[in-house]
Structure formats: C-alpha cells, structure tokens
C-alpha cells in the first residue's frame, strides 16, 4: 500500500495555531501556502505479527521496531506509531522516504504524517472500513500532531498536504464544524505560471518548530507582540490579493512587508545562512521568506519571472560555502494527497 503528499511554502504562518486564531477570530486570521512537488512517499510493507516498524530515509534508516500494545509515541517516530495505534493495525512496517531535506521548515513531518493516514485509510478500506474524506484526513492528521507534540501545532501543513495547490486558509477554530475555510487562489494554469516566479532553497541547517512556536505564542498571548502578528496577517491578506491578480511583483512586495514584521516580533526565525539568503533576495527586487518558523531550513523568493532567473546564480553563490545548502529544483503541486 503507498500513498504520497507535497510539502509547502508560506506566510502567515503560526496564525494557523488555535492559542492566536480563536481569539482574534475578528481579524480574520489567515495562511497562504503553495505546495510543492517535492513529495513524501510511504509505504506499507508486512512485518512480524504484533509489532510495528518505522523507518524514515533521512532520519534514522535501520528505523525503531515496537510491540503493538507498547508504541512508543515519542520522538523521532512517535507521531507515525500513534496514527498505526490509531487504525488499530500492527504486523507492519512503515517506510518514509522524501524529495525535500529532513528538518527543512516545509513541513516534512505533517507531509508523512498525511501520506501515512492516507495510506492506512486505503488498508482500512480493503478490510471493509470506511475511507476518509479530505477534511477528515486533514483534521485527524491535525488533532494526532496537535495532541501526541503537547499543543502549539497548526494546521496548515496538513492542509496543504491534503489539497495541494495554491490556496488561502482562513482559521475559524471557534467553529467546530467548519475549522478552516479554503480558498484557491491559483487554478493549475496560474500554478504553472507561478513556478516560474518562486525558488526554493535549503540552507543546510536543520530546523526545529516546537520550541520557537512555543516562543512565538507566549509572546502574543502577553500582548508584547500582538500588534506585529495583526500586521503580519494583514500582508498575508494582500499577498493572497496579489497573487490571484498574477501581480508577481506585488506578490514579492507583500512578502517582504511580512518578513519585515516578523524581523522585529521574530528575530530568532532568522540566523545568519537564511538571513543572507533573504537579503541577496531582497537586493535582486524579489521578496523572500523563511519557510515555517525558519530557524534554519528552506527559504523561498517570489518576484518577476526575469529577477527570479537572476537570483538563482547570486543565490547558489551564496550558497556554495553552506554544508548542505543547496537549490531545491521543484514547482507548484496542483495535486494533493494520493
């Protein structure tokens, strides 16, 4: 059994937790996120009666091996054991492979984690279970992180994950029927043209969201920072804006307005490797972003199609003395979860 999911770029990001977006719900929090074709694949494979196995290409290869009735729901493989525990299944082993680098901020591990629901969804269905719908896949993957992580998870990875494509996600968490409103911005056409104008980049350092988010929401539940994250949200309205007018330029313009307020209500998002990045970006006209809540991992630029293929070479340029930075040669996924 296989299944596969994209990953993704962003702004707005950390809007997409509930401890920011239910009480602000006024200000009509927001994420805008493209995914990418840089996908995850998993497989399901037999294995011993009564025990589980994961492996993940990237992480740890020779993988962890459990007793059904003792998963462990911890890390690195916690979260993969609680979604087999879930479905009630052992006598299996659970392979993970990935296009995009491990700890990279696109968010490689809710991209599994959907691709895995996926697939188990799909084994379900052939022992006579019902198979999960989009949004029940979307909000299952969520709770799953969200719980087994202790809180401070989102839900946009997922959610781009799941759809794919080019979209708006509106946070309504104070409706339990309805949590998320998505709005597609970019059909496959305007996908394909907007390939064309982003590039994606891997600093070669690794990145961790869990304690940095943790940062970031007590410091806008104090009120120290609260102002910035309405700023924040508001550039990701006028991104979403620009973009469904192809406005590429504009669109580049609207990111940089977001990285500039996240510069002060998040200037440990940034570290030197990205920060160049983001400021070679800027000096070639586009407007660039950490992916996620940065502190190290990917980069992505928007801009003109002509000042985008000028910035690949300054970039790689840049990126040549950074063990492990590199280009990500990838596109817009129109296609999500499969």
């Known amino acids: 059994m296989e299944a596969s999911a994209p990953c993704r770029v962003d702004a707005g990001g950390t809007w997409d937790i509930k401890a920011m977006a239910l009480p602000l719900e006024g200000e009509s929090p927001v994420t805008v996120n493209a995914a990418l074709d840089l996908r995850t694949r998993v497989r399901l494979l037999p294995f011993r009666d009564g025990w589980v196995r994961v492996a993940s290409q990237g992480f740890r290869p020779e993988g962890e091996t459990a007793e059904a009735g003792a998963l462990p729901f911890r890390p690195p ?23 995009s680098p491990p700890r990279s901020a696109l968010g490689g591990s809710s991209t599994a984690l959907t691709a895995l629901i996926r697939a188990l969804s799909l084994l379900g269905v052939r022992l006579g279970r019902e ?27 997922q ?37 064309k ?8 350092r690794d990145h961790d969201s869990g304690s940095v988010n943790r940062g970031w929401v007590e410091g806008f539940l104090s009120g120290r920072t609260r102002k910035g994250w309405i700023d924040a949200n508001r550039a990701a309205h006028r991104l979403a804006r620009s973009l469904r007018e192809r406005d590429w330029a504009g669109a580049g313009e609207c990111l940089r307005e977001e990285l500039a307020v996240r510069r002060e209500i998040t200037p440990d998002a940034l570290i030197p490797e990205t920060r160049t990045l983001i400021d070679a970006a800027e000096a070639e006209g586009c407007g660039a972003r950490f992916a996620g809540a940065g502190s190290g991992g990917a980069v992505w630029a928007i801009g003109a199609e002509s000042r985008i293929r000028n910035l690949r070479p300054r970039w790689e ?3 040549e003395p950074m063990r492990g930075g590199r280009i990500l040669d990838c596109g817009v996924d129109p296609r999500g979860v499969r």
């Not at 916690?78 to 299944?89: E, T």
């Not at 989009?134 to 990875?157: I, R, W």
């Not at 104008?197 to 070669?204: D, F, P, T, W």
């Open 159 to 195: 959610a781009a994950a799941v759809y794919g494509g080019v979209n708006l996600w509106r946070w309504r968490y104070g409706r339990p029927e309805a949590p998320f409103l998505r709005e597609p911005i970019l059909d496959a056409r305007g996908a394909r043209e907007l390939t």
């Open 131 to 157: 198979a999960l719908a989009p949004k029940a896949l979307l909000l299952l993957g969520y709770h799953l992180e969200d719980g087994v992580s202790g809180g401070f998870c989102g839900m946009q990875d």
């Open 197 to 204: 104008r982003i590039l994606v980049a891997h600093s070669g």
């Open 317 to 319: 340029a840049v990126l």
């Open 77 to 99: 493989f916690g979260l993969f054991f609680a979604a087999v525990a879930r479905f009630g299944f052992h006598g299996m082993e659970v392979r993970i492979a990935s296009d």
